[in-house]
């Protein structure tokens, strides 16, 4: 396990780091930040070019790093809870999806980028140890509301996500302890050898105990049977390392991390002693060609490589269980005899998935024009999978994909992977861009990007996008945009007892047409309003039973709008916040798509001392509409967490965070609409309850 390896990584971390520690440098002033300078911040995710917030093509976020450690966030998960119309939420395996605008699927429809290199892992586009993704190396995270595929192909349906890394010669040192066993710590160093040569290592490892918030109630009334009998946040842990070396135009960039966590209590481990964990191995390799020319122009070749194997191991069942009233479903060998499993019924499953892609791009400036050429190869490949159990000592160890299609599912109950080796996906694109100034105050952008994917065809994404500086800091914005997900492996071939894969899925596409409207009033007062509209076709949707598979679901159809307020009450005191409306149905059926209608963030931050920064922010989630295949009666209940931050500066180079989130420890659930073995609806997903933690950081 990855527990033994804490003591070693600590002392490795500050023995690597520590010894070049010199004394003085001013602490970082975390109200220091205008709204001018804030909405000047440079972005390339929207268009691949530099630019400020008031000229990206499309509805941005930017959360900077005096953001992350002003208000003490912790992850990821923190960081987009704080963006309009985006929620996260706990799902069936232990891990997190994001609602944009309301919208959400079984795989991750966001694609998330580290510096512009994705991190969606191929087989089902998810991001390994989501919420475990450290932020202390963070300059500052770029959220694209709406569709990007037209630069950023599949995966970039609802959004877009990167994360900027902080290139700055230095040396940080993190760690941080708190609540329910929880123990992190940070190092990395970002050295520059030469004008020619520079490098940066990053070493991070975290884990806890988890939070003890555990179900309530048994779900299998009268049986005896509690399908969430342990607790959904139980133990994670997290080792990362990663580094990069820049000679020249080269950059080569690698990543080893290495997750295991608690699996989900729910409706597949019914009465299990609590060994469940899933284990997740993530590495890449990226090697990057940037040349500028004269004339700025550039040339920028990327080729990049990653590997993610995922390992399900535990036990179904306790030794010698009975499945009682049930016993006529436990015939898991088939020969006639309902088994008790003396030995209880545990399981092994791996499933390892490869990638490998290569992207070109050309920027030119010329005149009024920025135009940007690329093209993009890439492959897929499911790699070993393997199951291993000892259900009546007799359970088949491998089941190819066409002979599980015709089982009863009740017998590859103890599997979790049933995929056949070696399924393949290659696909290209070309994608070309133009931002034109038609003036001082007017700017349109037109691209599109083809792709074209071997087993479910080819996908166009136009988009095209009308800034207007109407009066000085007053910026209207119009946009269409079209995007696509293609369906990956996990929906195309994964059979297990939670989902049967269908290989015949159509890409789901969606069309959003935009208006924004952006002031910045005084400079002391900013705020942004958007409207959308949203249709997606080729609906992929997933039917709610015990035997659930994927299909297209037809059209569906999303609107709604969007606040955001930055007020710059004094030179020490800030507010923000946003609020977003979401509305959605389908159009065949007329049923109100499943989410929250009204979100919203209440963020307010204060120089209490020239040395001490208080910062409150409270999220606002209100009452959840349930899917059309969700048993409960009752809609998911509002809720409104509370988080809270002291920052301390008053030591040299040193940032003392006290934080503690969801202050008052308050009990809200994010929906389980996976039906249970007897048909019973499963219980909600508890999130997660109050945690306090001290971190402190080093830098020099």
């Known amino acids: 396990m990855l527990r033994t390896r804490c003591c070693f990584v600590s002392l490795c971390a500050f023995a690597l780091f520590g010894v070049q520690a010199r004394a003085g440098g001013a602490a970082p002033d975390l109200t220091s930040m205008s709204l001018e300078e804030l909405l000047d911040v440079r972005i390339t995710t929207a268009s691949s070019f530099s630019q400020s917030i008031n000229d990206v093509p499309g509805t941005v976020t930017v959360i900077t790093a005096d953001e992350i450690k002003r208000y003490g966030l912790r992850t990821l998960v923190d960081v987009l809870n704080m963006v309009p119309g985006f929620q996260t939420f706990a799902t069936t395996f232990a891990t997190w999806d994001v609602r944009a605008r309301r919208y959400s699927h079984a795989y991750a429809t966001i694609r998330v980028m580290v510096d512009g290199r994705p991190l969606n892992e191929s087989y089902n586009r998810q991001i390994s140890a989501f919420e475990s993704f450290p932020l202390d190396n963070v300059k500052q995270i770029e959220i694209i509301r709406g569709p990007g595929s037209s630069l950023s192909g599949t995966d970039a349906f609802s959004g877009v996500v990167n994360i900027i890394t902080d290139k700055r010669e230095r040396s940080v040192v993190s760690t941080t302890m708190g609540e329910n066993g929880y123990y992190g710590v940070n190092a990395a160093q970002y050295a520059d050898v030469s004008e020619d040569l520079s490098y940066s290592l990053t070493v991070d490892y975290s884990n806890t105990d988890g939070d003890p918030r555990s179900y309530e109630t048994d779900f299998l009334s009268g049986t005896g049977m509690s399908q969430a009998p342990h607790t959904r946040y139980a133990w994670n842990e997290r080792l990362g390392v990663s580094g990069s070396v820049r000679y020249k135009d080269w950059t080569l960039t690698l990543l080893h991390a290495d997750y295991a966590r608690a699996w989900t209590a729910g409706y597949v481990n019914i009465q299990s002693p609590g060994d469940e964990r899933v284990e997740s191995v993530y590495s890449y390799a990226d090697l990057q060609y940037l040349h500028e020319f004269f004339d700025e122009t550039s040339v920028e070749i990327r080729g990049s490589y990653d590997r993610n194997t995922t390992r399900f191991v535990g036990q179904l069942f306790p030794p010698g269980f009975d499945w009682g009233p049930l016993r006529g479903m436990a015939d898991i060998n088939g020969d006639g005899v309902a088994d008790n499993w003396p030995d209880g019924a545990s399981y092994d499953s791996k499933l390892e998935a490869h990638n490998a892609s290569v992207q070109l791009f050309l920027r030119k400036v010329y005149g009024a024009h ?307 073995l007897a048909g019973l609806p499963s219980h909600d997903f508890p999130n997660e309850g109050r945690q306090v933690l001290l971190k402190a950081t080093y830098e020099w």
């Open 370 to 676: 920025q135009v940007l050429l690329g093209g993009e190869w890439g492959n897929e490949t499911i790699g070993d999978v393997s199951t291993q159990t000892d259900v009546h000592h007799t359970f088949l160890t491998r089941i190819p994909y066409d002979t599980y299609t015709t089982r009863n599912p009740i017998q590859g109950l103890p599997s979790v992977f049933m995929i056949g080796e070696g399924e393949e996906e290659s696909h290209y694109a070309v994608l070309a861009q133009d931002i034109v100034a038609l003036g001082e105050d007017v700017t349109f952008v037109v691209g599109a990007r083809h792709d074209e994917y071997d087993d479910t065809g080819g996908s166009f994404s136009p988009r095209a996008a009308l800034i207007w500086n109407v009066f000085p800091s007053h910026i209207l914005k119009a946009s269409y945009g079209k995007a696509f997900f293609s369906p990956p492996n996990g929906t195309k071939y994964n059979n297990t007892f939670g989902y049967f894969g269908q290989p015949d899925l159509k890409p789901q596409t969606i069309q959003t047409v935009e208006l924004a409207f952006q002031n910045l009033y005084e400079s002391a007062l900013y705020y942004a309003v958007v409207l959308y509209g949203s249709e997606i076709d080729d609906f992929i949707e997933t039917d709610r039973n015990i035997n659930p598979s994927f299909f297209n679901a037809g059209e569906a159809r999303f609107s709604g709008v969007e606040v955001e307020v930055r007020w710059r009450i004094s030179d020490a005191v800030s507010m923000w916040g946003n609020y977003s409306f979401a509305d959605g149905y389908f159009v065949e059926t007329g049923l109100e798509y499943d989410g929250v209608e009204h979100m919203g963030n209440l963020g307010v931050s204060a120089r209490v001392t020239e040395d001490l920064v208080a910062s409150v922010h409270a999220q606002l989630v209100g009452e959840g509409q349930r899917g059309t295949g969700d048993l409960h009666s009752e809609p998911v209940d509002s809720y409104t967490p509370l988080n809270l931050a002291l920052v301390f500066t008053g030591i040299p180079n040193t940032v003392l965070t006290l934080s503690a989130h969801n202050l008052f420890d308050e009990k809200y659930f994010s929906p389980n609409d996976i039906t249970s």
